[in-house]
């Protein structure tokens, strides 16, 4: 069988990675429809430096770019040249380190090298200006056109359609499900329709009548006259400048992010056969090359052979769009895909739609990753404007602000006056700590790492916390309403549901029986639940939600807190009374994240400023503090309460990951799984890790942390790690590779903390 009839938009790498994975997979009744003309189209891949850099603070950005390396391989369309990214700073050769780590958590082979090191690799380098280099000998250079024809090549042996100069100029709908796509001479009927546009995915957005989140943008590139490049020469980056430099030969080409931000409105695009290269600003490219030819001295005696500012398309946090609209069933879209990354989305993508879920874990990647809020084309250009930037830690005085103070609980002027020191998170102010409450009378040694973002206030919210109670801002946790008959989400969830008026822990599952997410579910009434989950449960939710059942995205209209330590459950009993805390209508759910009594406290927004003041008012006599997230972070560790897309995906078992609980009775795996979720307790030095390190053990790589912080009841730093079951057992030593040191660790036994042993930690 051929597969449903499918539709490509787009012809450039992704689109004709695409086409080769689904007709691989079986789907052969493919038509890939380009604009341009096949294959050099003029779009991103045309004028791409074909870079392939696999190390990542994101394991699903490494395993995608890993794919992609070693495909373009065995196809002959890839160099492995290696990369070098050099540091001119301490922080910087500090950060490569940090870079090391990663890549040895992913099982990317890479080595810190001192400066002459840097000059045997890449002769034409000065060793004088720079303190060291990360190489990763298995990067390199695509070639992406000839990558794109290749692909395309196999697809089309396998019944795959390419058809050039045929531009899409309406999406074609039945009701909420797509039906095909019309050019100006002929329709394409379609069961399914992937945009693969590059920098135009917006514009077929438009046609489709969904949102695209992301921006284009312009970065600049030149090629130089000779320069006497030797062969071989590894893709070079310089991140403290926003640089990078790979070999034409004895020519070398730059692309530099150093220059002001470029947005580009798609109405300026020309209509040539160059449309992703814009007219090259030279003005703004001076400092660039001022900043490479301090690199590379001999560059000073060459010119511009080339130069152009080449167009690319950017999301607001920096990761691609891959999914399905919710608003059109059956549009997919495949956005912001780099060439770096571009066959290990494709191949994800594919998997995706033949099989009903992606081979490796994509929350990081998804489409509906942004809620409401974050999706309008203000946020969106502004957040994608700093992450450009950021990519490369460089600050211009035409970067946008900051978007912050988007979403506000009604909570916010009654933590601000308590001096609370907020962290933004999906567009919500979130208070990390409060600057009026007092520091501990002894205050921990950080190294500069563990103290950015941190104060030792929050060791006292969170010893107040477990001693008498605190009050946690649980307003940004997304909130899901659900009526309807309790058979539809009994379907859809791994273990039982509550009777009324209870709450339980329990996995959101997909129709193929792999788990999407970690929820809470409340039961309020027969029929009306109240679920705790992210952006990504709700989308799961409400598609599959049948008539009979709705499915409302409740966080904006209401707010919540946890109100948690031992005298948490008296302050509550003493405001409590028949569905109302004083005079606010609230819903309570008895539950703890930090593993102290209490519980969670929702009610609608209207009445949030009156909910707070009125537990605040009520704890005073119980002692309770207003705790930020350090607090809640340590204490959840603490307790061993894993996250969700931080601690474990849907790769894991829910056994592996310590969830048993959220399993239904009887569903145990047979065979004991070969890796667990630990919890490390690691030696007191002042370092806490925060997530991605490597964990040794007999001096090899044996997994990786997923987070950490200081334990304040437990007297040292904790972490969550994957690692073996045999290395799990509690009391086995392991390190973590930390910058350019190991730290110390020991697997606990869980909890780390029991409520009534908590004590002052030796220093």
Not at 71 to 98: D, I, M, Q, W
Not at 119 to 125: D, E, H, K, W
Not at 424 to 429: H, M, Q, T
Not at 548 to 569: F, S
Request: hydrophobic letters at 40%; charged letters at 20%.
């Amino acid at each position: 069988m051929p597969g449903p009839k499918v539709v490509v938009i787009g012809a450039g790498i992704v689109g004709c990675a695409l086409a080769d994975e689904l007709t691989g997979q079986g789907w052969t009744d493919v038509t890939v429809l380009e604009q341009g003309p096949l294959f050099a189209t003029g779009g991103s891949s045309s004028h791409s430096a074909g870079l392939v850099v696999q190390t990542s603070p994101s394991r699903t950005l490494s395993r995608l770019a890993r794919y992609t390396a070693d495909k373009y391989t065995e196809l002959g369309c890839f160099a492995p040249v290696g990369s070098l990214e050099v540091a001119t700073t301490p922080e910087r050769l500090a950060e490569l380190h940090r870079r090391f780590g990663f890549g040895q958590a992913w099982g990317i082979g890479a080595a810190v090298l001192d400066p002459i090191a840097c000059r045997q690799l890449f002769p034409l380098l000065d060793p004088g200006r720079i303190l060291g280099g990360l190489h990763v000998p298995s990067d390199g250079v695509a070639a992406p056109v000839r990558a794109a024809e290749a692909q395309a090549a196999r697809a089309a042996s396998r019944g795959a359609r390419f058809i050039g100069d045929e531009r899409v100029v309406a999406i074609l709908r039945q009701g909420d499900q797509v039906s095909g796509v019309r050019s100006a001479d002929a329709t394409y009927p379609a069961d399914v329709v992937i945009s693969c546009a590059g920098f135009w995915g917006p514009a077929i957005g438009e046609l489709a009548g969904v949102t695209v989140p992301m921006l284009p943008m312009a970065h600049q590139f030149v090629r130089t006259t000779a320069v006497g490049a030797p062969d071989g020469l590894p893709v070079l980056r310089h991140p403290d400048r926003g640089l990078y430099l790979r070999a034409y030969g004895d020519r070398l080409g730059v692309g530099s992010c150093l220059h002001e931000p470029i947005p580009v409105d798609l109405g300026d695009v020309p209509g040539d056969a160059h449309p992703a290269m814009l007219p090259f600003t030279s003005g703004t490219f001076k400092q660039s090359w001022s900043a490479v030819a301090e690199l590379i001295p001999s560059l000073s005696r060459t010119a511009l052979e080339e130069a152009f500012n080449g167009v690319l398309a950017v999301t607001a946090d920096g990761f691609p769009l891959l999914g399905e609209s919710r608003e059109l069933r059956g549009l997919w879209i495949a956005g912001a895909v780099s060439v770096t990354h571009s066959a290990g989305a494709a191949k994800a993508l594919a998997e995706w739609l033949v099989d009903g879920y992606p081979g490796i874990d994509l929350h990081e990647c998804d489409l509906n990753r942004f809620d409401e809020s974050r999706l309008s084309p203000a946020y969106v250009r502004r957040r994608a404007i700093r992450t450009y930037a950021d990519t490369f830690g460089i600050v211009h005085p035409q970067d946008p602000p900051a978007v912050r103070n988007l979403r506000l609980s009604p909570f916010h002027p009654r933590q601000a006056e308590l001096g609370a020191v907020f962290g933004e998170v999906s567009g919500w102010e979130r208070p990390l700590w409060y600057g009026t409450n007092p520091p501990p009378e002894e205050i921990g040694s950080r190294d500069d790492w563990s103290a950015r973002h941190w104060s030792p206030i929050a060791e006292t919210e969170a010893r107040q916390t477990r001693r008498r109670a605190g009050v946690f801002d649980l307003t940004g946790q997304t909130r899901i309403e659900v009526t309807g008959p309790a058979s539809f989400l009994a379907g859809l969830v791994s273990g039982d549901l509550p009777g009324p008026g209870s709450v339980t822990h329990t996995l959101l599952l997909d129709p193929a029986g792999g788990i999407r997410g970690d929820i809470r579910v409340a039961r309020l009434a027969e029929q009306r639940f109240l679920v705790i989950g992210g952006p990504l449960d709700f989308d799961h939710l409400v598609r599959r939600a049948p008539a009979g059942v709705t499915v409302r995205d409740v966080t904006g209209g209401t707010c919540g807190l946890g109100v948690w330590g031992p005298r948490a459950p008296e302050l509550l009993a003493s405001i409590h009374s028949g569905g109302y805390l004083g005079m606010v209508p609230v819903t309570v759910l008895r539950c703890s994240d930090v593993g102290e009594p209490g519980g969670e406290v929702y009610a609608e927004a209207q009445y949030g400023v009156r909910l707070w003041d009125t537990i605040w008012e009520a704890g005073q006599e119980s002692g309770l503090v207003a705790a930020g997230w350090l607090a809640y972070e340590s204490l959840r560790i603490e307790h061993g309460r894993r996250v969700w897309g931080v601690d474990m995906t849907g790769e894991d078992d829910p056994y592996q990951a310590g969830l048993e609980a959220a399993v239904r009775p009887g569903a145990r795996p047979a065979t004991l799984p070969d890796r667990r979720l630990a919890c490390l307790r690691i030696g007191d030095t002042g370092e806490v890790p925060v997530g991605g390190e490597p964990v040794y053990a007999g001096g090899f790589v044996v997994g990786h942390v997923t987070s950490a912080a200081y334990g304040w009841a437990a007297g040292a730093p904790l972490a969550f790690a994957w690692l073996p079951a045999a290395l799990s057992v509690p009391g086995t030593q392991v390190e973590i590779g930390y910058f350019d040191r190991r730290l110390l660790a020991t697997v606990a036994a869980e909890p780390v903390v029991e409520p009534e042993q908590e004590q002052r930690p030796r220093r």
